[in-house]
């Protein structure tokens, strides 16, 4: 009788101390999460005059606390999260011709906010080359913190600029931004 005793003892110790040790290992858990959050199609629609803005604006929805579950074996979600940085934000013409394209846009310029922080964040190329151009790669700058928009999982997106030249059709702008989503446990 003693030593079932004992054993049961013995047992629920190393019971409890593997519990310890599975929370120990949780709490060490650090995941770097790439992140497009989802490419974005706009319309800009056609402008006559040959200064001024054209932009147009969507929304879409993303559940980030599944994307990080589904990247961390569901052992963290999205208030693990410490740390979101962009990585790159791309403008994509997807019917530009000779007479309508980039080069109509002396600056060009793409945002986003979301239901969780309503300030849109933009990056932009200031002075935009005067040469027939359908992809953009916006410069990004890394170091900026943007934790406060992954919160949320309503995203809005605008894009446009400024524009050099008039556009006689629509624009057809498929944006895509990527972050770096840091979780630990």
Known sequence: MKKLK????????IAAGSLQSCSKIAQALQYD??????????????TAASTGVATGSATNTINIDSVIKANTSNQLGVSNITSVK??????ILENPDSA????NFSSCTASFYTNSNTAPYGVTIASNPNVYESTLDLPVNGNDELKSYIN?????????????TSTTQSLTCTISFTFNIHVKG
Not at 6 to 13: E, P, Q
Not at 152 to 164: D, P
């Open 100 to 103: 309508n394209n980039f080069q």
């Open 6 to 13: 004992l054993f049961s003892i013995l047992a629920v110790a």
């Open 33 to 46: 999460i790439p992140l497009q959050t989802g490419s974005v199609t706009i319309v800009i629609p056609p």
């Open 86 to 91: 962009i990585t790159s934000a791309t403008m």
């Open 152 to 164: 949320g999982n309503q995203f809005t997106y605008s894009a446009g600029g400024t524009l050099r």
